[in-house]
């Protein structure tokens, strides 16, 4: 990157790895530093919680804010009914209406985290597409919006030319996706003066199409920014882990899971993702992601901290690094692991050690379970576990069990 920006969001947003690409560096930057610029990113609302693959684009809203602007979420109750066919391989399962205001309210405990709501400037502002969406005429749209759109350039458009290649069905339901997300931006800029949409590299498309859209209607200057979607160092995208998706919703995945996730992070990610998950200075950054040996563990807590502050707040952090250390350094059970409750009804019988291995989370599937167990990756109460046919009754969980998988994972078992 060789532009040099004058505006304090664009400077975080180069010196921290953020930006992958804008419409109009020269001309956004401007704009920047002319005044309040409100920008939006959209959350289509297919889950429950936000996961750590959102957590990116969460904070480039919170610098954002932070350096003075008005970030906008932008709630896809509307566009949700469609869903995104982005660089996927079939059509998302539709949710009822119910279950999108549902999971629209777990994902705005989570914005209100990062981000201060209000009627201030540069206060956040939360909307719901299904406002504009859902008293459309499709005549009418068709008539005044769908004109100004190429077939010949849809079908150019990565995300779906992908789909097409693959020779995998795309409906006409979600063709219509882009089209929706281009009308989303033009009507943010019309209602609320929205000069800027953010998002993932490949939504690229999608964001041209709301610019140029805009443009032709109503001859406005507004612009796209977006992130570079992340993967890991050993290559896994970025927001997955072997237990699945990393939840941002505390009721989904407790604070010590999501501590215990960055605590995990490989050495050579550090330094990166302290830019971009934590506000430590830049500098300091740097000087962490470079140590090495044992030292680079002390810059994993620090990062498992700063994150989980953020999101859960310091008392939890410091709650999660406790019970790590009472874990790692002294074998004991601490209270705030992932814990598995099981009636006494279900163990009247006895429980296997492998159905106990895969019901804590520690394995996919019982063969999976099996394997660490002969691989001798398992263990019960710090002890070797080498026989994933043997059984636990009540008697045995009269105190909480504590199961291991490999050097780093832990999980409780205990009786409700």
Request: hydrophobic fraction near 45%; charge should be negative; charged fraction near 20%.
């Amino acid at each position: 990157m060789t532009y040099h920006p004058k505006s304090e969001f664009m400077r975080v947003m180069i010196e921290r790895g953020y930006l992958a690409d804008c419409t109009d560096y020269q001309a956004l930057d401007e704009a920047l530093v002319a005044g309040v610029v409100p920008a939006y990113i959209g959350y289509d609302a297919t889950a429950a919680s936000l996961h750590v693959g959102h957590l990116l684009n969460i904070m480039m809203l919170r610098w954002l804010q932070k350096t003075g602007h008005k970030p906008i979420t932008l709630m896809g109750g509307g566009t949700t009914k469609v869903g995104d066919p982005s660089f996927r391989s079939e059509e998302r399962p539709l949710l009822t209406p119910a279950q999108i205001d549902t999971n629209i309210d777990g994902m705005n405990q989570v914005f209100a985290r990062y981000l201060r709501y209000g009627t201030g400037a540069s206060d956040a502002v939360m909307l719901n597409n299904a406002e504009w969406l859902d008293s459309l005429n499709y005549l009418d749209f068709l008539r005044d919006i769908g004109r100004h759109f190429s077939v010949n350039r849809m079908l150019s458009f990565e995300s779906v030319k992908s789909r097409l290649d693959r020779e995998q069905s795309l409906s006409f339901l979600e063709f219509n996706y882009m089209i929706l997300q281009a009308y989303d931006f033009l009507e943010l800029y019309r209602r609320y003066g929205c000069r800027l949409q953010m998002g993932g590299s490949d939504q690229w498309g999608n964001i041209v199409n709301g610019i140029d859209l805009t443009r032709r209607v109503l001859d406005a200057e507004i612009f796209g920014l977006t992130s570079p979607l992340l993967t890991t160092s050993d290559g896994r995208k970025m927001g997955k882990s072997a237990g699945g998706a990393v939840w941002l919703n505390g009721a989904m995945l407790s604070p010590y899971e999501f501590w215990q996730f960055w605590r995990n992070t490989t050495d050579a990610d550090v330094g990166r993702f302290l830019k971009l998950y934590t506000e430590l200075p830049v500098e300091e950054c740097d000087r962490l992601g470079a140590l090495a040996g044992a030292e680079i563990n002390a810059a994993k807590i620090i990062l498992a901290n700063e994150v989980t502050t953020l999101l859960h707040g310091a008392e939890a952090a410091a709650a999660a690094e406790a019970t790590a250390r009472e874990v790692f350094e002294r074998g004991g059970v601490g209270d705030d692991l992932p814990t598995l409750t099981l009636a006494a009804a279900e163990v009247a019988d006895g429980i296997s050690l492998a159905q106990l291995v895969v019901r804590s989370g520690l394995a996919k599937s019982g063969k999976d379970a099996k394997r660490l167990i002969a691989e001798g990756g398992a263990r019960v109460n710090d002890e070797l576990a080498t026989d994933a046919g043997a059984m636990f009754t009540a008697t045995d969980l009269a105190q909480p069990l504590k199961l291991t998988a490999g050097k780093k994972r832990h999980a409780l078992v205990v009786l409700g």
